[in-house]
């Protein structure tokens, strides 16, 4: 039944990435930089990130997510610093719990 799981925690997911978008309203969480550009369906574009990894059991709720610029977005999975990105939004993006 991993089918139906998949599905389910797709929408799930879906939902979380729509509102941590809207809560960004256009501005990336980390550097406050506005979107790059507006998409063909009129949102500013951002990009939504989970701070513990899916992979790593990190959960698909508001509390693990954050909307980030390109750049901001290629640092968090690339960046020397990646961690001190990590600690930076837990610090200051009230609505994250640490997992
Ligand atoms: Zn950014
Ligand atoms: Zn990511």
Request: net charge positive.
């Amino acid at each position: 039944m991993s089918g139906l799981r998949t599905t389910s925690s797709y929408f799930r997911g879906s939902k979380v990435k729509a509102w941590v978008l809207k809560e960004a309203s256009g501005q990336c969480e980390c550097c406050g930089s506005d979107a790059p550009f507006i998409t063909a369906e009129g949102e500013p574009f951002l990009e939504v990130h989970h701070l513990r990894r899916l992979a790593d059991n990190g959960s698909v709720t508001i509390t693990n997510a954050v909307a980030l610029c390109p750049n901001c977005h290629r640092e968090f999975h690339y960046g020397e610093n990646k961690k001190v990105l990590v600690a930076k939004m837990y610090e200051s993006v009230g609505r994250l719990r640490r997992e």
